[in-house]
Antibody, heavy 126, light 107 residues
Framework: QVRLQESGPGLVKPSQTLSLTCSVS??????????WSWIRQTPGTGPEWIGY???????YYNPSLKSRVTISLDTSRNQFSLNLSAVTAADTATYYCARVHPYTTDNFPGGWFDPWGQGTLVTVSS | YELTQPPSVSVSPGQTATITCSGDGLPQQYAHWYMQKPGQAPVLVMY???ERPSGIPVRFSGSSSGTSVTLTITGAQAEDEADYFC???????????FGGGTKLTVL
């Protein structure tokens, strides 16, 4: 059974960089045709897709966040990570990692998210 | 680009609940559905419009017509009470979008 677990600081100061790691068990992120994704959600709203990464290192990002986001992977540790720079209070949210089942591995892969990690709350505040 | 869902749907136990999601890109793009209970992560309940993942009860079904997709729960149970979100690529097929969510009440 595939499991994902987010980890990282729960509090980040404004203008700093938010860094989270997702540890994957039950699957190898360096094998297979899945993408690995970050999603965030604020209370009472729908989730917001941040971006995802393929085993080759190919990434796709939400245009609204692209200038501040970097997603990377570490196949030796079976982990992938999120860096979000220059954070403000608007970046306060629960952050989830998830495995993506793509329609294709050519061009934009689309896809659906399954499973998700349990999520981690990150608050941006001084 | 937006996916539009009704904020709330309410049914009595045993009745049929229908939750809709509208978007201009849906004729060309698959949609997927997630259920989220308070304090929990979303769980996939339908993918590629009408495919049900293993472990999801058969009372859950999905359909697509034009610019809308629909999640139907036939014989809704109290345990189905949750927020439901649709998800799909935007109409240019270049990024992923979620709907705003529908709160399903079963009482």
């Amino acid at each position: 059974q595939v499991r994902l677990q987010e980890s990282g600081p729960g509090l980040v100061k404004p203008s700093q960089t938010l860094s989270l790691t997702c540890s994957v068990s039950g699957d190898s992120i360096g094998i297979g045709d899945y993408y690995w994704s970050w999603i965030r959600q604020t209370p009472g709203t729908g989730p917001e897709w941040i971006g995802y990464i393929y085993k080759s290192g190919t990434t796709y990002y939400n245009p609204s966040l692209k200038s501040r986001v970097t997603i990377s992977l570490d196949t030796s540790r079976n982990q992938f990570s999120l860096n979000l720079s220059a954070v403000t209070a608007a970046d306060t949210a629960t952050y989830y990692c998830a495995r993506v089942h793509p329609y294709t591995t050519d061009n934009f892969p689309g896809g659906w998210f399954d499973p998700w990690g349990q999520g981690t709350l990150v608050t941006v505040s001084s | 680009y937006e996916l539009t869902q009704p904020p709330s749907v309410s049914v009595s136990p045993g009745q049929t609940a229908t939750i809709t999601c509208s978007g201009d890109g849906l004729p060309q793009q698959y949609a997927h559905w997630y259920m989220q209970k308070p304090g929990q992560a979303p769980v996939l309940v339908m993918y590629k419009d009408s495919e049900r993942p293993s472990g999801i009860p058969v009372r859950f079904s999905g359909s697509s017509s034009g610019t809308s997709v629909t999640l139907t729960i036939t014989g809704a149970q109290a345990e189905d009470e949750a927020d439901y979100f649709c998800q799909s690529p935007d109409n240019t097929g270049s990024y992923l979008v979620f709907g705003g969510g529908t709160k399903l009440t079963v009482l």
